[in-house]
């Protein structure tokens, strides 16, 4: 693995150390921003400082999505373990540019929807963002649904996506997921490997 | 070996606890969405108080204070609050305000002569941007120490259908509950009915923080107070009182010329009932006009400007910060799901006469 690391036409074992550090970062700040969004729409005591939380953290996400979107672009990833499916491998594929997507897309809408709203999208007390958008009601109705079907539909492919690298964790244990760590990565590793996936194989036809 | 073989076992059936595993952990997350989104555990949330909203309300108004009619004006700051806030609205020559006189029965069409409170909502903007938001009632103070108990309140005071009037057993059981509301309900008896807008003091109701320049807080409440004098009517002049006689009474009035009310803030004293807009602070304490506001003239909600504006009293501007009273925090939810779901009726085209549409069937509520 080590000798691979070295030849620049090999791709990766792991995502490099921005992609990384900003994986675990966001992945940190978006399921918090997910739950600062319901909570502000529901609690009797919270909404305020919620809404104070979640226009910076959305507005970081927005910037830190753009470098973590350039340095995905401007290098190599690791290549997905042989021992998955080419229809899995594609979905994976698939659901991370949708959640590239929706990550570029929640912090977009939810600053517009403030503009059409006439309202201000405060940073910190007195730091305000400038408008994006002419006030309408029909486009703040319209950003304002599109964020909310947006963030709960980022939710079910949060879990989605946590789900299937967990399998990749603990069962497949194909080094998928410590391309995205610090750990070792283990594909290939030994007989055993097959074995496991084997079984798993057979649990999943069950 | 008995004890390898277990673990054998339990080798064989690993992909089996990891699959139970993943499915605890997503049902967890699932579980933790759905509470927080208020879908289960039944938790009173800023939705609830929406919840009676009939679904035949009339599309595109205000779940509350539903009549309107909007002003533009002008503030002019007396720079007198300026030792007690960095806020610019304290400092600044003129500053725009734009602002809603309403009624404050749900319903858009009631007769004006139906309710006692009545309200003003503003908004100034300064020169630095900032947006001072805010919604006044005549009402000198609020029921219940909590916004909880304005749904016990709503609740207890339903008339029952049998007798056309609220059932006294359960007014008792929520005046033990809630014994400051007896306190409105002796004002309300009481108090007289103002017959115009342009007469009537508007009260913030719920506490704010003064930040000045050093950082000291001031703990606050404001008033508009009317340079016209206070009005009011006999209950017989009120009954035979014309549908809209208080909107036209303001639209007279400002042919005439502006109108005028002294932003009056009040300064807490330690110990004052900061967190609680059921109590009133003691009469000596300390007032400042901080400025006056010129209200030039109305115009038809229907026309937009105040329309689609949410007066949110939680959003303020820098150098004024919100207290710790409950009944303030819980309206800012409350007046969010209020405006989106006006809004939305207004941009998706399902409003008729709240946008000036000739209404096809009239849905009032009433
Ligand atoms: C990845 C970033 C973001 C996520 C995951 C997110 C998530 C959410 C969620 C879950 C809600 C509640 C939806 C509902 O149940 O009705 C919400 C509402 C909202 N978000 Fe975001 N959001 C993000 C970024 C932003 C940003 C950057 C802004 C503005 C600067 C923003 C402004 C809003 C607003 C204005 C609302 C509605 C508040 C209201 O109507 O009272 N969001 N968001
Ligand atoms: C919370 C727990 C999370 C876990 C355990 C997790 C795990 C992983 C793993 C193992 C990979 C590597 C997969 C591969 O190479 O195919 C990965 C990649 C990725 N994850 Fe996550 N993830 C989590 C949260 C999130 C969140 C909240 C987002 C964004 C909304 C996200 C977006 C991505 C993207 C876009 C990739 C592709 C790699 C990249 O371009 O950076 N993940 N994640
Ligand atoms: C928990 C108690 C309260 C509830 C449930 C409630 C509910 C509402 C709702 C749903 C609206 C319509 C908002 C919109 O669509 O923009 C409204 C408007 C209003 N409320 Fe409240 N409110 C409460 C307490 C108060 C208090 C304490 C005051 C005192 C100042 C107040 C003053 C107003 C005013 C002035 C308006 C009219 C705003 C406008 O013209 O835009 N409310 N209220």
């Given at each position: ?84 499916s080419n ?32 309202f ?15 006030q ?64 798993l ?6 | ?7 054998a ?24 969405f ?26 595109g ?12 004006g ?23 305000a ?6 404050g029965?749900?319903?858009p ?19 630095d941007?900032?947006q001072w ?25 339903k ?33 007289p ?23 000291k ?30 909107f ?29 807009p ?37 959003r ?5 910060t919100?207290s ?14 209020s405006?989106?779901s ?8 399902k ?16």
């Amino acid at each position: 693995m080590a000798r691979k690391k070295n030849i620049p036409s090999a791709p990766p074992t792991h995502f490099n150390t921005t992609a990384r550090i900003l994986h675990w970062l966001m992945a940190a700040m978006i399921l918090a921003m997910i739950f600062v969004g319901l909570g502000m729409m529901t609690s009797l005591t919270w909404r305020p400082w919620l809404l104070d939380l979640h226009m910076p953290i959305g507005i970081a996400i927005l910037l830190l999505v753009i470098i973590r979107f350039i340095n995905r672009l401007s290098f190599s990833v690791p290549k997905m373990p042989a021992s998955i499916s080419n229809f899995q491998s594609t979905a994976a594929g698939t659901l991370h540019w949708l959640l590239y997507a929706m990550m570029l897309a929640l912090p977009l809408t939810g600053w517009a929807q403030l503009s059409a709203g006439g309202f201000l999208v405060k940073l910190f007390p007195g730091i305000n963002l400038p408008s994006i958008l002419q006030q309408s009601p029909f486009l703040y109705a319209l950003l304002h649904d599109a964020h909310r079907v947006m963030a709960w539909l980022l939710f079910l492919m949060v879990v989605g996506h946590l789900s299937a690298a967990l399998l990749h964790a603990w069962a497949y244990r194909d080094g998928l997921f410590s391309s995205i760590t610090w750990g070792k990565k283990m594909i290939n590793r030994s007989e055993e490997h097959f074995k496991k996936s084997d079984s798993l194989r057979e649990n999943c036809k069950k | 070996m008995k004890k390898t073989s277990l673990i054998a076992y339990l080798r064989t059936k690993r992909v089996l606890f990891i699959i139970c595993g993943i499915c605890l952990i997503a049902s967890t997350l699932f579980f933790a969405f759905a509470w927080s989104a208020g879908l289960v555990g039944g938790r009173t949330t800023t939705q609830t108080f929406l919840k009676d909203t009939p679904s035949t309300f009339p599309a595109g108004y205000r779940r509350a204070h539903g009549k309107g009619i909007c002003f533009d004006g002008t503030f002019r700051a007396s720079g007198k609050g300026v030792p007690f806030s960095v806020a610019r609205v304290f400092a600044q020559q003129k500053v725009p305000a734009v602002g809603r006189f309403s009624l404050g029965s749900p319903d858009p069409y009631a007769p004006d002569n139906s309710t006692r409170t009545v309200s003003m909502a503003l908004m100034l903007t300064a020169d630095d941007g900032e947006q001072w938001r805010m919604k006044l009632n005549n009402e000198p103070f609020f029921a219940t120490r909590d916004a909880k108990g304005f749904l016990k309140q709503m609740d207890a005071y339903k008339p029952t259908p049998a007798t056309g009037t609220p059932d006294p057993a359960r007014v008792k059981a929520f005046l033990k509950e809630y014994p400051e509301a007896k306190k409105y309900v002796t004002w309300d008896a009481a108090a007289p009915w103002t017959r115009s807008f342009a007469g009537a003091q508007y009260n913030v109701i719920n506490s704010f923080i003064l930040i000045a320049e050093n950082g000291k807080k001031q703990a606050i409440r404001w008033s508009m107070r009317p340079h016209a004098s206070f009005t009011s009517w006999s209950v017989s002049q009120r009954k035979q009182a014309s549908h809209d006689f208080l909107f036209e009474d303001l639209k007279k009035r400002l042919q005439k010329g502006p109108l005028y009310w002294d932003l009056v803030v009040t300064l807490a004293e330690s110990g004052d009932p900061v967190n609680d807009p059921s109590q009133v602070w003691p009469e000596s304490r300390r007032e400042i006009v901080a400025g006056t506001l010129e209200v030039s003239h109305v115009f038809d909600q229907a026309n937009g400007g105040c329309r689609d504006i949410n007066f949110d009293p939680t959003r303020v501007p820098k150098g004024i910060t919100l207290s710790d009273d409950p009944v303030l925090l819980a309206r800012a939810g409350i007046y969010s799901h209020s405006h989106n779901s006006r809004v939305r009726e207004i941009g998706y085209g399902k409003a008729t006469d709240a946008v000036g549409k000739r209404q096809n069937d009239n849905r009032k509520n009433k």
